[in-house]
C-alpha cells in the first residue's frame, strides 16, 4: 500500500496568514494527488485534483497545490475564517487509494 | 444534480454484518469513468478509504479490510452495496459514499452525508 504522510498534524494561523500543508506519499505517485477540506460534522469536499487543479471555480484562487513524485503541499494564501477546517490529501494512484492523516487548521 | 444518500442499520452487534446501501441520481455507474467509493471516519479520526466499484464492475478493497469486505453495484437501482462482515466496535464510524471519476483524477467531488453506525452490544 502507499502510505500518505501529512504534515504538520495540527496548526493555528491567523486570518490574512499564508499556511502551507505537506503531504509525502511512499512510493511516486506522478500528481495522482487529491486535496480534501472537511469542516466539524460535514463531510468532505473536494478542493484540488491532479495535484494542482482546482476542482471548481467555488474553490477560491487562494487554494493552490503542487508537486509531483512522492512531495505535494497545499498552501492556503491569506487565510479567511471559512477555511478553519480539516485538510486531508488522498493518493488516486493505485488501490487501496490512501488518505494522508489530517492536518487541522485552528484559529489563533 | 448528483446526490448519494447512504442507508443502513444505526447499531450492530459485534460480529454481525454490517449492510450498507448507498442509492444515487444524477448519474449512471454504467458511463465510462465513473465509480463509487466507501469511505469511513471513525470519531474524531481521520478518513479511511475502504472499497471502490467501477463502471466496468472493477473492484478495488482495503488491504486490511478486504477478507471482511464486499462491494457490488445494482444499476438498475442505481444503488452500490458494502457489505461488511465481524463487525466490531473499532467499526464505530460515519460511512460516507462518494462519487469519484477518472475524469477528475480518481478525485472524489460528490459525498454523501454519511451515516453512523456504532457497533455494540
Known amino acids: 500500500d502507499i502510505q500518505m504522510t501529512q504534515s504538520p498534524s495540527s496548526l493555528s494561523a491567523s486570518v490574512g496568514d499564508s499556511v502551507t500543508i505537506t503531504c509525502r506519499a511512499s512510493?511516486?505517485?506522478?500528481?495522482?494527488l487529491n486535496w480534501y477540506q472537511q469542516k466539524p460534522g460535514k463531510a468532505p469536499n473536494l478542493l484540488i485534483y491532479?495535484?494542482?487543479?482546482s476542482f471548481q471555480s467555488g474553490v477560491p484562487s487562494r487554494f493552490s497545490g503542487s508537486g509531483s513524485g512522492t512531495d505535494f503541499t497545499l498552501t492556503i494564501s491569506n487565510l479567511q475564517p471559512e477555511d478553519f477546517a480539516t485538510y486531508y490529501c488522498?493518493?488516486?494512484?493505485?488501490?487501496?487509494?490512501?488518505f494522508g492523516g489530517g492536518t487541522k487548521v485552528e484559529i489563533k | 444534480q448528483v446526490t448519494l444518500r447512504e442507508s443502513g442499520p444505526a447499531l450492530v452487534k459485534p460480529t454481525q454484518t454490517l449492510t450498507l446501501t448507498c442509492t444515487f441520481s444524477?448519474?449512471?455507474?454504467?458511463?465510462?469513468?465513473?465509480?463509487v467509493t466507501w469511505i469511513r471516519q471513525p470519531p474524531g479520526k481521520a478518513l479511511e478509504w475502504l472499497a471502490r466499484?467501477?463502471?466496468?464492475?472493477?473492484?478495488y478493497y482495503s488491504t486490511s479490510l478486504k477478507t471482511r469486505l464486499t462491494i457490488s453495484k445494482d444499476t438498475s437501482k442505481n444503488q452500490v452495496v458494502l457489505t461488511m462482515t465481524n463487525m466490531d466496535p473499532v467499526d464505530t464510524a460515519t460511512y460516507y459514499c462518494?462519487?469519484?471519476?477518472?475524469?477528475?483524477?480518481?478525485?472524489?467531488?460528490?459525498w454523501g452525508q454519511g451515516t453512523t453506525v456504532t457497533v455494540s452490544s
Open positions: 512510493q511516486s505517485i506522478s500528481t495522482f
Open positions: 444524477g448519474f449512471s455507474l454504467s458511463t465510462s469513468g465513473m465509480c
Open positions: 491532479a495535484a494542482s487543479t
Open positions: 462518494v462519487r469519484n471519476r477518472a475524469s477528475l483524477s480518481g478525485g472524489m467531488d460528490v
Open positions: 488522498q493518493q488516486s494512484h493505485s488501490a487501496p487509494f490512501t
Open positions: 466499484i467501477d463502471w466496468d464492475d472493477d473492484k
